[in-house]
């Protein structure tokens, strides 16, 4: 006898994202990367759904009249999360593009983050380890899973501890690149992002309209290879 085989889960994702009116914004730009400021609310890339053509890659490949003028090579190195903000470096032809793609890959490239998270968290600061692994049951959501996941480290530092309500302002520094880690990471020690809408508790997607989580800073070589490089973005919360 055969035996049955067990049932196939197909990922539908409906999500169609609300009209972004906030630009993006360029903080750096030279003949091989731009430095620009993404906002909350953005796609970094145009979506399977026609209705999601609007991102990031579309507003730099084609321009924002009287913002920004159209970069056609532009490739996105690395993506944020719909509702982040922040800084994300850009290649400006083939040869920078997979001069950043490798520093990408070897995890050479550091990068700070802002959150403002729910309640106060303990220690000033610390080390998050929870492994990270995807389930079709659960998308677009990632879990915590001991067997299944993958090596997750993020670091935090307490900045601020913030009174009625009680949140913390905390700079993450993500040690690996999972999906979602830093928002899957708050939640397992007990203090999600304010405003996340997939990894919360009973109030803290209501504390804010928007997620707060903010890519604060870079710290990579430059393609051209003649020096470090720091780019920063300042947060808005």
């Avoid at 970094?44 to 920004?68: A, C, F, I, P, T």
């Avoid at 400006?92 to 700070?112: D, G, M, P």
């Avoid at 990579?220 to 290879?225: D, K, R, T, V, Y």
Wanted: proline content about 6%; aromatic content about 8%; glycine content about 6%.
């Amino acid at each position: 006898m055969t035996p049955a085989s067990s049932p196939i889960h197909t990922i539908v994702d409906d999500f169609v994202a609300p009209v972004c009116d906030d630009f993006v914004l360029i903080l750096y730009q030279d003949a091989d990367i731009l430095l620009i400021n993404k906002p909350s609310g953005l796609l970094s890339l145009s979506g399977k759904n026609s209705l999601n053509w609007d991102s990031v890659h579309y507003r730099l490949v084609h321009g924002q009249e009287g913002v920004s003028p159209p970069f056609p090579q532009a490739k996105l190195v690395h993506r944020l999360d719909f509702g982040t903000s922040g800084i994300m470096l850009v290649g400006l032809n083939a040869e920078s593009t997979k001069h950043l793609n490798k520093q990408f890959q070897a995890r050479s490239i550091q990068k700070h983050y802002i959150a403002l998270l729910e309640g106060w968290v303990a220690d000033d600061q610390g080390q998050i380890k929870a492994p990270i692994a995807k389930d079709k049951m659960l998308f677009p959501r990632v879990k915590i899973c001991r067997s299944t996941g993958k090596a997750a480290l993020s670091e935090y530092q307490v900045l601020q501890r913030l009174e009625q309500p009680r949140r913390t302002l905390v700079q993450f520094t993500p040690l690996t690149g999972r999906t979602h880690q830093l928002r899957i990471h708050s939640q397992a020690i007990g203090h999600p992002i304010l405003g996340c809408d997939l990894y919360k508790n009973d109030h803290s997607e209501q504390m804010a309209d928007r997620l707060l989580l903010h890519a604060s800073d870079l710290y990579f070589e430059h393609p051209n290879g003649s020096e470090q490089f720091h780019g920063q973005c300042p947060c808005a919360f």
